[in-house]
């Protein structure tokens, strides 16, 4: 079946960091990819999305690269800040299949 | 702006009682889901609907059940409560035809706790 995997949490860093949450996959064919954010009493919203082989998704200084050879979509952002903590999800989709697979979530806290 | 409002954010129900979700969706979206979210589990399927009166379980049904009698809405049912189904249940739809794309759209969730 369609799995995502992600590292599991929580990942403290200081503002100004680096960040990578890595996130891996297991599905029949070329899913579409997502990271969806939840903060801290909200619902998810769409934070990327790559479609295809080698797409790069960015928003808000967050950057995921598709790797069909690694089946990674792992999400990076050069300097995090105390707004971006948050519950990160890794999520796909496949053709066939109308809802999304979902990661376990990863738990962001940054630091001042 | 896209608009999913749960009627509640926050439930305290008794085991055994029967137990409604409301989820209503202002963008016009066929397929509508519910979805509950668990630490450590992240979000799994509960049922979906991809038209009024249609529907289909998800990965984990068993104790739930799902009405949509307008397209704007869909409700989760709880026939009989009980203390596992604590949980925060989130909604979310999306129109279809979106190629491969599949983004949703959720809502802000209902935190549900039973007794």
């Known amino acids: 079946g369609n799995s995502v995997t992600q590292m599991e949490g929580p990942v403290t860093l200081s503002e100004e960091a680096f960040l990578t949450i890595n996130c891996t996959y297991t599905?029949?064919?070329?899913?579409?990819l997502f990271w969806y954010v939840q903060y801290p009493g909200e619902g998810l919203q769409l934070l990327l999305k790559?479609?295809?082989?080698?797409d790069k998704g960015s928003n808000k200084g967050f950057e995921a690269t598709y790797r069909k050879e690694t089946t990674s979509f792992h999400l990076e952002k050069g300097s995090v800040q105390v707004s971006d903590s948050a519950v990160y999800f890794c999520a796909l989709k496949v053709s066939y299949r109308r809802a999304l697979t979902f990661g376990s979530g990863t738990r962001l806290q940054v630091q001042p | 702006d896209v608009k999913v409002t749960q009627s509640s954010r926050y439930l305290v129900k008794r085991t055994g009682e029967k137990v409604f979700l409301e989820c209503v969706q202002d963008m016009d979206h066929e397929n509508m889901f519910w979805y509950r979210q668990d630490p450590g589990l992240g979000l799994r399927l509960i049922y979906f609907s991809y038209d009024v009166k249609m529907k289909e379980k998800g990965d984990i049904p068993e104790g739930y059940s799902v009405s949509r009698e307008k397209k704007e809405r869909f409700s989760l049912i709880l026939e009989s409560a009980s203390t596992n189904q604590t949980s925060m249940y989130l909604c979310a739809s999306s129109p279809p035809g979106q190629g491969t794309t599949g983004e949703l759209f959720f809502g802000e969730g209902s935190r549900l706790t039973v007794l």
């Open positions: 599905a029949t064919g070329y899913p579409s």
């Open positions: 790559a479609t295809k082989a080698d």
